[in-house]
C-alpha cells in the first residue's frame, strides 16, 4: 500500500502560511505606546521594592533621628518635645566621657584591623 504526500506547489518545502490582515493604525500605535512604556516603566517596576524597604527601615530612621537629636525629649511623655538645637551636641562635645568612648572605639577598631590586614599581607592564601 503506497502512500502520497502532497507536494507543494511553490516546490520551496511547505506551503505559504495564511496572512493575516494588517492592524488598524490606532491599534498599532496603542501597542507601540504600551511597547514603549514596558520598555522604559519595567526597570523601575523592579527596583522599586528595594527603594521602598530602603525608604521604610534605612533612610526614614535616620532622618528622624536626626530630627530627635536636635529636641530635649523626655522619655515618659514622648509626644512633649522641645527645641534645643544644636545644645545637645554642644554638650556633648564638653563630655568628657564622650571622648573616652571616641577614643576607646578607635583604639577598638585598631586592635581588631591591623594584625587581618598583616596577616593576609604575610600569608595571601590562607
Known amino acids: 500500500m503506497a502512500v502520497s504526500t502532497p507536494t507543494p506547489v511553490s516546490g520551496r518545502g511547505a506551503p505559504p502560511a495564511p496572512t493575516r490582515p494588517a492592524?488598524?493604525?490606532r491599534g498599532q500605535a496603542w501597542r507601540s505606546r504600551l511597547y514603549r512604556l514596558d520598555v522604559k516603566g519595567s526597570p523601575y517596576a523592579y527596583v522599586a521594592p528595594f527603594f521602598i524597604l530602603f525608604?521604610?527601615?534605612?533612610?526614614?530612621?535616620l532622618v528622624y533621628t536626626a530630627y530627635v537629636s536636635l529636641?530635649?525629649?523626655d522619655l515618659g511623655s514622648p509626644d512633649q518635645q522641645t527645641w534645643?538645637?544644636?545644645a545637645n551636641y554642644t554638650r556633648l562635645l564638653h563630655d568628657q566621657f564622650f571622648w573616652n568612648a571616641l577614643r576607646n572605639t578607635f583604639t577598638l577598631g585598631l586592635i581588631s584591623t591591623v594584625p587581618q590586614?598583616?596577616?593576609r599581607s604575610a600569608w595571601p592564601r590562607c
Open 23 to 25: 492592524p488598524s493604525g
Open 55 to 61: 525608604f521604610a527601615f534605612g533612610l526614614f530612621p
Open 71 to 73: 529636641h530635649n525629649v
Open 84 to 86: 534645643v538645637g544644636m
Open 117 to 119: 590586614l598583616l596577616w
